[in-house]
């Protein structure tokens, strides 16, 4: 496992270990709605599968749409790789560094698959073929399917879509929003090796996920919220082999 990013002090003082992506006490919301998040921090290192899990209502996927930049800040602050990326927008965020997979509504429905590929490079002006293959070693499936319209694709095709294309802009920061979320268990276990090996490459990953107990298995860290804020946090197995964790929210 790659350690945290070390930040250099400007007074000479030994590296603060800093981590690759942190959204700090954060409080805010919706516009001008009430706060939904209060004082939560989430937060993944390099190469770390980070997993926020929680009953429904809990703020999870408000969380992870505050460390993306889809909700104004009340309190608290995101840093990436150290610099604080709070007021930047979503599409200077994917700049930095960044990719986002929302729950639904996240593929071109009408193009193919090969095309959605590509609209995930939008912003580089490099090769993109050698990403684009390293997207279909890791997705078989899409390089047979590439010329179809990724809308006739099964629910689990689409994710694969999804996240192909996400990792077409070469992030440092794969934030995927329930990726499982109506898939049989077989698709959901086959997402969820894909989403080890594209760790296992170094890049992040942030996730938040309604299958809280498979979650957990593949977390090296865990994020238990409750109404905003954080209720527990540990790796995965901390998460899985306490007590009050599998009876509030694993089933027992």
Request: hydrophobic content about 40%; overall charge negative; charged content about 25%.
């Amino acid at each position: 496992m790659t350690s945290a990013t070390e930040i250099q002090a400007t007074d000479g003082a030994a590296p603060i270990k800093e981590p690759m992506l942190i959204g700090e006490s954060m409080t805010g919301g919706y516009g001008s709605g009430a706060d939904i998040l209060h004082g939560c921090t989430i937060a993944v290192d390099p190469g770390e599968i980070a997993v926020i899990v929680g009953p429904n209502g809990a703020g999870k996927s408000t969380a992870m749409k505050a460390v993306f930049g889809m909700l104004n800040l009340r309190e608290g602050s995101v840093r990436l790789k150290g610099a604080d990326i709070t007021a930047l927008s979503p599409p200077d965020r994917v700049a930095k560094g960044m990719a986002f997979v929302p729950q639904t509504c996240n593929i071109f429905t009408s193009m193919s698959v090969e095309e959605n590929l590509e609209m995930g490079a939008f912003l580089r002006r490099d090769d993109t073929r050698r990403t684009m293959e390293q997207v279909y070693e890791l997705f078989p499936i899409l390089r047979e399917k590439r010329r179809q319209a990724a809308g006739e694709l099964s629910g689990g095709q689409r994710q694969q879509v999804a996240v192909g294309r996400a990792l077409m802009t070469e992030p440092t920061v794969l934030m995927l929003d329930e990726p499982t979320a109506g898939v049989s268990p077989i698709v959901m276990d086959e997402l969820f090796d894909r989403i080890i090996e594209v760790a296992r490459t170094g890049i992040s990953i942030l996730m938040v996920e309604q299958n809280a107990r498979q979650a957990l298995e593949i977390a090296d860290k865990g994020y238990v919220l409750v109404q905003g804020r954080n209720a527990f946090t540990g790796t995965g197995q901390e998460l899985l082999a306490d007590d009050e964790v599998r009876r509030s929210f694993l089933g027992g």
